[in-house]
């Protein structure tokens, strides 16, 4: 069991950065690869960003810039440029095994997520 506290979500202007945290607590953090998702209303949960446990990552998004530190169990959405499309609730997620995937059904662990609002 792996239980991910996500933290860092606020309300922000156009144009700012947040850094989001996901800490990880229970079975050995580094056996994971780690998701970050977000899910807007009214829409489905699309994938962000990922990292594998080596710390190969992707993005689909160049403002935005996963990264993770395995001695503080913890993953990182670095989030720049921030728009109103950006708005939204962020997820961070773990997986079983060295790789990241962008399909949410293959993430073993969810956390509560936190709110990311971004104003015009």
């Known amino acids: 069991q792996v239980q991910l506290v996500e933290s860092g979500g606020g309300l922000v202007q156009a144009g700012d950065s947040l850094r989001l945290s996901c800490s990880a607590s229970?079975?050995?953090?580094?056996?994971?690869?780690m998701g970050w998702f977000r899910q807007a209303p009214g829409k489905e949960r699309e994938f962000v960003a990922g990292i594998s446990w080596s710390g190969s990552s992707h993005s689909v998004k160049d403002r935005f810039t996963i990264s993770r530190d395995n001695a503080k169990n913890t993953v990182f959405l670095q989030m720049n440029s921030l728009k109103p499309e950006d708005t939204a609730v962020y997820y961070c997620?773990?997986?079983?095994?060295?790789?990241?995937?962008?399909?949410?059904?293959?993430?073993?662990?969810w956390g509560q997520g936190t709110q990311v609002t971004v104003s015009s």
């Open positions: 997620a773990a997986k079983m095994g060295a790789y990241w995937s962008e399909s949410y059904h293959m993430y073993d662990y």
């Open positions: 229970g079975r050995t953090f580094s056996n994971y690869a």
